[in-house]
């Protein structure tokens, strides 16, 4: 299995509008952070989580060439507004691309594009897809799929695990059933927001003390803020736990 971190930022993105700090004024590209999404390959299967905001522009950087499924974490916007991208996925094969998420994750989404799921003029195409609403584990193509229940706040989203590999993003608390399901992982990716608490996101020490207590091989930290640079964090970071950029690849 192969991943690419299409984007790493938080729902602002990095550099913020009007921000003028010293992340936001970087030249190094590692600071420069798209919204957070993954693209998975497992020999023929391409899988998307989620589609980030600059999806068009995180796809033609990317080079993606195919879209097998879509496992979406939550419906806010910074995870889904790259939806209507897909319309060219699906136009490629003729066939709906099918997208999978918890109940309120796909009724959202299905009221946010209801476009898609009404009939229209034809125009330039939507895209054609197939909403999944999952609990249990499933397969997508040669892949298994174990939705991971975590919260986002008190909003109740998902994370996933695939094999050796779990990614979990916009997360504030995880149950110790879900907890079970991240032992004995190749890689675990959590979402870092900042230093200082936050309401609905881990923050770094949450982070770091629950990447020691799962114990993966390698941890990365994705949906970033323009609060944490790049080269200062990852010189303190322990080893094994690294900051995560647009355009990372990963071999799992």
Not at 33 to 62: G, H, M, V
Not at 91 to 116: A, D, H
Not at 157 to 181: E, H, K, V, W
Request: net charge neutral.
């Amino acid at each position: 299995m192969e991943i690419t971190f299409l984007g790493t930022g938080t729902s602002h993105g990095v550099p913020v509008i009007t921000c003028g700090c010293a992340v936001c004024q970087s030249r190094n590209p590692k600071n420069k952070r798209t919204r957070s999404s993954l693209w998975i390959r497992n020999q023929d299967t391409d899988l998307l989580i989620d589609t980030a905001t600059e999806f068009r522009l995180q796809a033609l950087k990317a080079k993606i060439q195919k879209v097998d499924g879509v496992l979406y974490t939550h419906c806010h916007a910074d995870h889904v507004f790259g939806f209507d991208d897909l319309r060219v996925f699906s136009k490629l094969t003729g066939r709906s691309i099918p997208i999978y998420g918890n109940e309120p994750t796909i009724s959202e989404l299905r009221e946010v594009f209801s476009y898609v799921f009404r009939k229209t003029q034809v125009g330039g195409g939507k895209p054609q897809v197939e909403t999944i609403v999952v609990e249990e584990p499933f397969r997508v193509q040669n892949l298994l799929v174990q939705p991971i229940p975590v919260f986002h706040g008190t909003l109740p989203i998902f994370g996933y695990r695939l094999g050796q590999l779990a990614y979990i993003t916009d997360c504030s608390y995880i149950p110790p059933s879900s907890l079970d399901l991240l032992l004995g992982l190749d890689t675990l990716i959590l979402g870092v927001i900042r230093h200082e608490p936050h309401p609905t996101h881990m923050h770094m020490e949450q982070a770091l003390d629950l990447a020691s207590k799962l114990g993966a091989k390698r941890t990365y930290f994705t949906h970033i803020s323009h609060l944490l640079e790049h080269e200062e964090i990852s010189q303190m970071l322990p080893e094994g736990i690294s900051l995560a950029y647009d355009g990372l690849t990963v071999r799992i």
